[in-house]
Every structure is written in structure tokens, then in C-alpha cells.
């Protein structure tokens, strides 16, 4: 059984379809939407479509912010914009399909979906693929839920936090109460040891960057 990897393909395929149809939407409707489909979701349901090669390459952190700062990217099939709230363009990334899987998998849809700020580092789907199978379904056990939150909650900080604040030395601490540390190697930043691939997407509250390592390891 190949849990997560079920659970965040087919995912990925009813949450392309979700905000498509509800794209017109109020923020207040499109979240109330994303709950109703995190309930209803078939997790044993055959893998769709992981989701299509971004048509916009992801800058570097530290690179081309004003590029990365656009408000309409472009994002396979999906639009990402600053005014929908982390979870709904969460899930719009086809590289974050597994990510979303989690979070939906660990109930953390509400907090994504609330006021915020948020700062979001989302691990790529590359990250989950080279984590062994029976790791991953051990993660997803119901009696394993908090660790799985707790894991998730550490790559998640309270507070709107750029590419800009991300400094050599800088420390943040998690929701899941853990310490980040951050290191810049001429424009590259890493958190805790894993390299920022794309910094500051800008959502309605919060922003979010996509890491190629988990921050905090569940053990």
C-alpha cells in the first residue's frame, strides 16, 4: 500500500477539478468548498493525474524576486494568485501533491484556510518519493495523527516571513514549537539544511516557499 503517494495523486486530481468549478468564488466560499472536499474525499481512490511540468520556472531564492512576486503565475494548468489563502494554492501545485495529501491527512485544511499570516515551506513531491513506502504508510496510521501533525505543524510559522528576512544566523520557531535555523550561501538560503527551491509566493495570508527536504523528521 502506497498511501501517501494514492492519497496525494488523487488528491491532486479532485482538487484541480474543485477549484476550477469554484474559481469565481469568494475566498470565504472557496475555503468552505476546500473543507466540504477534505471530508468527502475517497483516500482509496485511484491515483489521478500528479499534475503537469510548471509552464513558469520557480526562481531561486534571492533570485528574480520581482519575477516571483507577479500576481497571476502560471502554474501548469492552475493560476496561483495573492488572493486566495495558502491551502488553496497549496493545491494547485503539481509539486505539492503529496504535501496536500499530508496536510489534509493530518486536518490542518482549517488552519491553511484561516486569517493568518502563515509562512509555509512545503517539501516537493521528490522529498516524499525518496521516503521508503512502509515509512510513509506508517506516518498516514490514524494512530500515528499527531505525530503526523506535529511534523507538518514544523514546517509551518506563525507570521509573514520573505525570502528578504530569511538572513545568514536567523532562527524561527514552528508552530510544532521546533527551532529553524537559516544559512545563506551567496543567494541560495537553506532552512534547517534543506535548500529553498522557490521563495516568496505570495498568498492572501501568508506566503509560501518550497524546500527540496523535510524540516523536521517525525521519529
Known sequence: MKTIRTLGCALALC?????????????????ANE?????GTNLRE??????????????????GRDEARKPH?????????????LMENISAHPDLTMFVGALRKAELVGLLNGTGPY????????VFDAIPDRTLDDWMRPSNKQRLVTMLNNHI?????????LTNGATLKTVG????????K???????????????????????HLVEKLLAEEK
Open 15 to 31: 482538487g484541480s477539478v474543485a477549484l476550477a468549478g469554484c474559481g469565481g468564488g469568494t475566498n470565504e466560499e472557496n475555503a
Open 35 to 39: 473543507m466540504q472536499r477534505e471530508a
Open 46 to 63: 485511484e491515483p489521478g493525474s500528479r499534475g503537469t511540468t510548471p509552464t513558469t520556472e520557480g526562481k531561486q531564492a534571492g533570485e
Open 73 to 85: 503565475p502560471r502554474i501548469g494548468d492552475n493560476v496561483m494568485t495573492p488572493s486566495r489563502k
Open 119 to 126: 509562512t509555509v515551506f512545503a517539501p516537493v513531491d521528490s
Open 157 to 165: 510559522v506563525t507570521g509573514k516571513i520573505t525570502a528578504a528576512d
Open 177 to 184: 514549537g521546533q527551532q529553524l535555523s537559516v544559512t545563506r
Open 186 to 208: 551567496g543567494n541560495t538560503i537553506f532552512v534547517n539544511g534543506a535548500r529553498v527551491r522557490q521563495a516568496d509566493i505570495e498568498n492572501q495570508n501568508g506566503v509560501l
